[in-house]
Nanobody, 119 residues
Framework: QVQLVESGGGLVQAGGSLRLSCAAS????????MGWYRQAPGKARELVAE???????NYANSVKGRFTSSRDNAKNTVYLQMDSLKSEDTAVYYC?????????????WGQGTQVTVSS
């Protein structure tokens, strides 16, 4: 009934920027905290950024100062602005949301979007 869809990934050269979006769709849901994760080939999935329902954020040290997360609650969308991209940022990026769906709390994951940074 509820789906998270990431978009905005692609190929960019080092030093460039990308803006990822994660939009929730469906009915009978509300969103609490949301987060961005990434998984590079051969590596474990790692937390990149978190954003609370009120907009407070936390970032992994590897992206702090370069990435910015924000949300538009009216649009049920969270964003990840990525600047000064490095080749090490290459990964599949996933959106995650702590949601209440049809009266039940659950974690919902998107299917991911590929970000590739060329060096």
């Amino acid at each position: 009934q509820v789906q998270l869809v990431e978009s905005g990934g692609g190929l960019v050269q080092a030093g460039g920027s990308l803006r990822l979006s994660c939009a929730a769709s469906g009915s009978a849901f509300s969103i609490n905290a949301m987060g961005w994760y990434r998984q590079a080939p051969g590596k474990a999935r790692e937390l990149v950024a978190e954003i609370s329902s009120g907009g407070s954020t936390n970032y992994a040290n590897s992206v702090k100062g370069r990435f910015t997360s924000s949300r538009d609650n009216a649009k049920n969308t969270v964003y990840l602005q990525m600047d000064s991209l490095k080749s090490e940022d290459t990964a599949v990026y996933y959106c995650n949301a702590d949601m209440v769906v049809a009266g039940r709390r659950q974690w919902v994951w998107g299917q991911g979007t590929q970000v590739t940074v060329s060096s």
